[in-house]
T-cell receptor, first 115, second 113 residues
């Protein structure tokens, strides 16, 4: 079964700092990739997704992610974070070649941005 | 469109009791999935229902069960509650054409004492 690793469990940044959150999955094949965000007290919501095509994906609120197939990675980036980006971030992978399209989620990364 | 709704939002139960959680998907979504979210474990998949049939199942004991009704609303039941069942239970629905893009509800916070 597919597994998803998010290397940073807790990240603390100051406003305007750059952000990169790592996400790796366990094996290749055809995958759909997602980043979800959970702001304090709010629902999980989709930040961005990759299905096919350009491996550099742009999402909402200035976030982007790059799919590197050879590294089984889908890292999330933002050039300049804001206090309002404080949230928990989850990477998810749907392994289509594995026969199940249900996404497997990583354990999440808690991001705190100091004003 | 209204989002995914879950009731109740909070529940407190004692060990040994059972509990039923409810989820109403986005209109037109026929796939409903359930996840358990705990600190440090992230989201763990429980099961998925589509057109009243369980299509996928995660690695949870048989105490966890679910069902889906003809209007796509879903319920999840946990019997013989254990302390470790304390968690946020999330329901997600998906459009039939994009079944792996999940839209999440606010969750039900279950506390087992």
């Amino acid at each position: 079964a597919q597994s998803v690793s998010q290397h940073n469990h807790h990240v603390i940044l100051s406003e305007a700092a750059s952000l990169e959150l790592g996400c790796n999955y366990s094996y290749g094949g055809t995958v759909n990739l997602f980043w979800y965000v959970q702001y304090p007290g709010q629902h999980l919501q989709l930040l961005l997704k990759y299905f096919s095509g350009d491996p550099l994906v742009k999402g909402i609120k200035g976030f982007e992610a790059e799919f590197i197939k050879s590294k089984f990675s889908f890292n999330l980036r933002k050039p300049s974070v804001q206090w309002s980006d404080t949230a928990e971030y989850f990477c998810a992978v749907a392994d289509l070649s594995g026969g199940s399209y249900i996404p497997t989620f990583g354990r999440g990364t808690s991001l705190i941005v100091h004003p | 469109k209204a989002g995914v709704t879950q009731t109740p939002r909070y529940l407190i139960k004692t060990r040994g009791q059972q509990v039923t959680l409810s989820c109403s998907p986005i209109s037109g979504h026929r796939s409903v999935s359930w996840y358990q979210q705990t600190p440090g474990q992230g989201l763990q998949f429980l099961f998925e229902y589509f057109s009243e049939t369980q299509r996928n199942k995660g690695n949870f004991p048989g105490r966890f069960s679910g069902r889906q009704f003809s209007n796509s609303r879903s319920e999840m039941n946990v019997s013989t509650l254990e302390l470790g069942d304390s968690a946020l239970y999330l329901c997600a629905s998906a459009d039939p054409g994009l079944v792996n893009e999940q839209f999440f509800g606010p969750g039900t916070r279950l506390t087992v004492l």
